[in-house]
């Protein structure tokens, strides 16, 4: 059955696409107020396509921030329940200037869908739903299906708690498959058996009471902004490695497993670093595929203070702010390493100067997937049978929350089984989604849903 659904599918990779346009047309920015009829659009959107599909009791599960869609296909008594996991939203296009063509108005170029979305993550969701629904047409799925489709991914899924807390019928299930997360290379078929965890800390910087002229207090005031670049700069060293004191202790070994899996997929760092015009920097003691995958960073996305308007204003400034997130390695615990961090700045701040830190949540730890696992096993005899060899294990670099979450809340493994690919420009300008792999994720995604049929629920629940 798994062929046929497979060759329906691509029969009708036409209307698929079309179908995909008009999802990324949909700006469904879960971070700015601004786009709320856009989620909402997206919503009402995906929710019609999965009722006319034949999904039931398709609704929202309201955690009080941007609702989660969740829907049911129980046709298959016996068979495992599986969670199917996606998230609508999207990050903000900015800056609009340096896009070739307009973010939501999707554009087909050198059989690339440019859009924002189309990689991270509507292509990929797009094709778990579209192949579901063809099963169903087709006369049932070979097991159980539960939708999951998350609202607020790109912002730390701050509502997930709360939803597993008010909804616990509705996330009841053996395991599951995200089709958020995508392929390590452009050239080797690999899968994901994990990713770095993340925490984040958000801070302010105050010298003074207030805002003071350069003039009349400059060299005898300290200056937030610079007492903020000082901070901020002792967070690494020259070379790039981390300088806190204590935090790289919070990391256990690297594993033989991910040392070899690392290995088993090296970085052309000429290529990697030519890509984006930068130069190498880091850890040399690490490779660049440990360094990006396994080892913990601490990153300063975003610092201001002071006049930052049009031409020059002669400033003393007394308050700079930063925002640093901190992705974790596999056994690095979340608040541990917040504290490490924040204990560090507090301990460097220059004396007369004071630091005041917002609540930025507990973040989530590294996930794994064992050796073994049933979902990995069949994972991988997938990859064997559409590529004609056995994938290259990878860790991501990047965080998916709800594999964390969802194993500790919910006993739940995941399995990730996304298309996207790690040049497709994913939060940046000119995101794009390989129309190429729209047509293997049709193929693919029958043939893991049969595989996973063959699989008894408490195989899977005791992974």
């Known amino acids: 059955m798994s062929d046929v659904v497979a060759e329906r599918l691509v029969a009708r990779k036409d209307e698929i696409l079309e179908r995909l346009m008009a999802l990324l047309r949909l700006p469904s920015v879960s971070t700015d107020p601004a786009y709320a009829a856009g989620m909402k659009a997206t919503r009402d959107f995906l929710m019609a396509r999965l009722t006319e599909g034949g999904v039931q009791d398709v609704r929202l599960l309201d955690g ?18 599986l969670l199917i996991y996606g998230h609508y939203d999207v990050q903000p296009p900015d800056p609009l200037d ?16 440019y859009a924002r979305g189309a990689s991270d993550v509507k292509g990929s969701t797009l094709i ?8 169903i047409k087709a006369g049932g799925c070979p097991v159980n299906i539960r939708f999951f489709l998350e609202g607020e991914e790109e912002i730390g899924s701050p509502s997930l708690g709360a939803i597993i807390d008010r909804f616990p019928d509705a996330l009841v299930g053996d395991a599951m498959i995200s089709a958020d997360g995508g392929r390590a290379s452009t050239t080797l078929p690999t899968i994901s058996v994990g990713s770095r965890g993340l925490t984040a800390l958000r801070f302010t910087l105050r010298t003074a009471a207030k805002d003071m002229h350069s003039g009349r207090y400059g060299g005898a005031v300290r200056n937030a902004n610079h007492e903020l670049a000082r901070l901020v700069a002792s967070l690494h060293d020259a070379d790039g490695r981390i300088a806190v004191p204590g935090f790289m202790e919070l ?7 991910d040392a070899a899996d690392a290995a088993a997929l090296p970085v052309d760092e000429a290529a990697f670093y030519g890509e984006i015009g930068a130069a190498p920097y880091g850890d040399a003691g690490f490779s660049v595929r440990e360094r990006i995958t396994l080892l913990p960073t601490i990153e300063v996305n975003g610092m201001w203070g002071g006049y930052i308007g049009a031409g020059s204003k002669t400033v003393l400034p007394c308050e700079a702010h930063a925002k640093l997130t901190i992705r974790l390695g596999p056994g690095i615990d979340p608040l541990r390493a917040q504290a490490v961090v924040r204990d560090h700045l507090l301990a460097t701040a220059a004396p007369g100067t004071t630091l ?3 609540d930025a949540g507990a973040g989530t730890p590294a996930f794994t997937l064992r050796e073994g696992h049933p979902l990995l096993e069949a994972a991988e005899t997938v990859i064997r049978r559409t590529r004609n060899r056995a994938p290259v294990r990878a860790r991501a670099g990047g965080t998916i929350p709800i594999t964390a979450i969802f194993k500790e809340r919910l006993a739940l493994d995941t399995i990730t089984f996304g298309f996207a690919m790690p040049d497709e420009d994913v939060h940046a300008p000119n995101e794009f989604f390989r129309l190429a792999s729209l047509e293997e994720g ?6 893991l849903l049969t595989e996973l049929g063959k699989v008894s629920p408490q195989t899977l629940r005791a992974g």
Do not use: C, Q, Y
């Open 64 to 81: 009080g921030g941007h609702p989660a869609i969740t829907g049911v296909w129980n046709g298959a008594p016996g068979k495992p329940t």
């Open 98 to 113: 340096l896009w070739h063509s307009p973010p939501f108005e999707p554009t087909i170029r050198d059989g690339r869908i």
């Open 128 to 135: 778990a739903i579209e192949t579901v629904i063809e099963f």
């Open 251 to 257: 990391m256990p070994p690297v594993s033989a497993r």
């Open 356 to 358: 005041t830190f917002e």
């Open 442 to 447: 049709l193929r693919s995604w029958p043939l």
